[in-house]
């Protein structure tokens, strides 16, 4: 830190606001430097923070938090944000218990709204907006979202029902990026704003105007003020914040710290509701992420390498394949189609890609129209993101018994993002919606054999699968024989068995870890690893018929919520059948938590889900007998 003069000099508020007008520059060239070092090694998001570095600045030198409040949308573009605020521990960015890669309540009071999804952000800052007024506050609330949040419904419900006498600032945070490219009307609105000339004659005419006006009292300014708009509103007809009663400035270059500046101070003394509108750079100060700000909008652990084939790709190119002889195939992705792998899809097979903008719910009710006449959609989304769209699903596809298949990416807990991004909630939601069925490969060819079966079956379908690459423990363990193209039931053992783990998923390689442990005392275990899980049923009747006689013990593993988990699913289906009701089982799956993380420690550790719990578990319970 000691080669960072300004930067070191920072460690509150207070601090920043002491510093000279004229040292912002330099400050924002060493944020920069520092974010490129840090991020590079810990992972994390740094395109987007690189890009409202000034944005960040002037905010905190013109407020006064935690009084006034800041809400960042998603929240993934805070870190300068953090860094003013005292927290400048990056070294344990996205780690279990270390710095959160989101703004987080609980991590400091300049936090005072949590994220780590999209289009929230003016929701959350309406609510205190709103609150602040009915006390009487003098606080201010600014929002920071950028214009891809747009392509999310929830910002236009919350400026509908934004007032004008709010002390409400919301900064439009333009970079015509979110994570793919921004797709919509309302990204190409913003653009056309920023390049009319009509626009700008607009505003100089009306400088013009004012500048030749003597005797400017405190009355007068306010006068000339909305004389202004009034101008602007007959020449360049409004645009469509004013027409919601919003006072719009811009657009400014948001990377020029004063221009940055001198608006946000402009802002503040109207004391309403005003949105700035600030064209930035994505990346801006590093090269490779100027250039290529999607590969650099997440950065891994240890910094950008060659991409690997992972589960994502895979889909990808599965289902382009597949689209060749069916034209009845189109694949969706709610302004992911990288991060889904969708991007194979839409480089092959364009005429039948969709990308709906940040807009899950959008995009499922959208893929059961395309069902109900005569398409086969697969919406590619990640698990945490599919929670928006649950309604949908329910009443949309399922009730209609519509030939949707939900491609679930980044399931199981994900410990860079955390708790905003664990893909945990997903089977217990999806086991129970009627007409649905759950599909969970653990290897590119279980992938392919679940694509091809939701086509055939032509049902409501889920299929997913864990962030990253085929694991190669579980593939060497469970599949040296295919089972004839068909979703299965598969186990590692044969003969007798004490105890029998009962999963899905990549946690599948604690449970062959714990049979090792199981080995070391004497124990005799196997795995039956579940290709699908949904209908219940049939999968119960497949893991009895793998159940030996010597078995007295099944232990569930599941790397989800317990609450209505595939766990408590299959319990109650097996328990019914003949043999089973008096055998002992255990359940290891995350108990009524968000898993949040400790520090030191990994989160299936915090969770209870190592082979070392399993084997505990089995232990006390023999105990106890």
């Known amino acids: 830190m000691t080669r960072y003069k300004r930067l070191q000099r920072i460690n509150s508020v207070s601090d920043l606001k002491r510093m000279k007008e004229a040292e912002m520059p330099l400050l924002a060239q060493e944020i920069r430097e520092f974010l490129c070092e840090k991020v590079n090694i810990t992972g994390g998001h740094l395109a987007s923070n690189l890009g409202v570095v000034e944005i960040s600045m002037a905010i905190h030198r013109h407020f006064d938090t935690p009084k006034d409040h800041v809400v960042y949308d998603v929240g993934h573009q805070s870190y300068v944000h953090k860094l003013l605020t005292g927290r400048k521990d990056f070294d344990s960015l996205r780690t279990p218990g270390g710095l959160s890669g989101f703004t987080k309540r609980s991590e400091s009071e300049h936090d005072c709204f949590g994220a780590g999804h999209s289009s929230t952000s003016l929701s959350a800052a309406l609510g205190f907006a709103e609150s602040d007024a009915r006390r009487g506050s003098d606080a201010y609330t600014v929002v920071v979202l950028g214009d891809g949040a747009f392509t999310g419904g929830m910002i236009h419900e919350a400026i509908n029902n934004c007032r004008r006498d709010l002390r409400l600032i919301i900064i439009i945070n333009e970079n015509e ?253 999806l086991s129970a919606v009627p007409n649905m069925e759950i599909y969970t ?37 469970f599949y040296s024989d295919e089972c004839d193209g068909e979703l299965c039931v598969k186990c590692d053992f044969k003969g007798e068995a004490d105890c029998v783990i009962i999963t899905y998923g990549d946690i599948a390689a ?19 690893l579940l290709e699908k899980l949904k209908p219940y049923g049939e999968t119960a009747k497949a893991v009895a018929d793998m159940i030996p006689e010597s078995c007295k013990c099944l232990i569930f593993l599941e790397e989800g919520i317990r609450n209505g988990g595939a766990a408590q699913c299959l319990y109650d289906k097996l328990r019914s059948l003949s043999g089973f009701e008096n055998k002992r089982y255990i359940i290891r799956a995350i108990d009524d938590d968000f898993v949040l993380g400790e520090k030191g420690r990994t989160l299936r550790q915090s969770a209870g889900l190592t082979a070392e719990n399993i084997v505990e578990s089995y232990i006390n319970q023999q105990n106890n007998l």
């Open 177 to 429: 990026m979110s994570i793919s490219r921004n797709r919509g009307g309302f990204a190409k609105h913003l653009s056309r704003m920023r390049s009319s000339k009509r626009y700008f004659k607009v505003k100089d005419v009306t400088t013009d105007v004012i500048e030749k006006i003597p005797f400017i009292g405190k009355g007068t300014v306010n006068f000339i003020r909305d004389t202004k708009q009034a101008l602007k509103n007959a020449i360049y007809q409004s645009n469509y914040f004013e027409h919601l009663g919003l006072y719009y400035m811009g657009p400014v270059d948001g990377n020029d710290y004063k221009s940055v500046s001198e608006v946000i101070a402009v802002a503040k003394s109207l004391k309403r509701s005003t949105v700035i509108h600030m064209v930035t750079k994505k990346g801006k100060g590093y090269k490779p992420a100027e250039d290529m700000p999607q590969h650099y909008h997440m950065v891994p652990r240890g910094g950008v390498k060659p991409e690997t084939e992972g589960f994502s790709v895979n889909l990808g190119k599965i289902l382009s394949e597949k689209a060749r002889s069916c034209d009845d195939i189109c694949g969706i992705t709610a302004a992911m189609p990288h991060g889904t792998g969708l991007e194979v899809m839409k480089n092959n097979c364009r005429e039948r890609f969709y990308d709906v903008g940040i807009a899950e719910e959008h995009a499922a009710t959208f893929a059961a129209g395309l069902a109900a006449n005569g398409m086969k959609p697969y919406f590619a989304c990640y698990s945490s993101f599919l929670q928006r769209a649950y309604d949908n699903i329910v009443h949309d596809i399922a009730l209609q018994m519509l030939p949707v298949t939900l491609c679930i990416d980044r399931t199981g807990l994900n410990e860079g993002d955390g708790a905003t991004h664990h893909g945990i909630f997903d089977v217990s939601f």
């Open 441 to 477: 490969p653990v290897t590119y060819d279980g992938l392919k054999k679940a694509v091809y079966t939701a086509y055939n079956k032509g049902v409501p379908a889920a299929i997913r699968y864990p962030k990253g690459a085929e694991n190669e423990l579980i593939k060497t363990s």
């Open 510 to 528: 604690e449970a062959l870890k714990a049979e090792g442990l199981f080995d070391e005392k004497g124990i005799k275990c196997g795995t039956v």
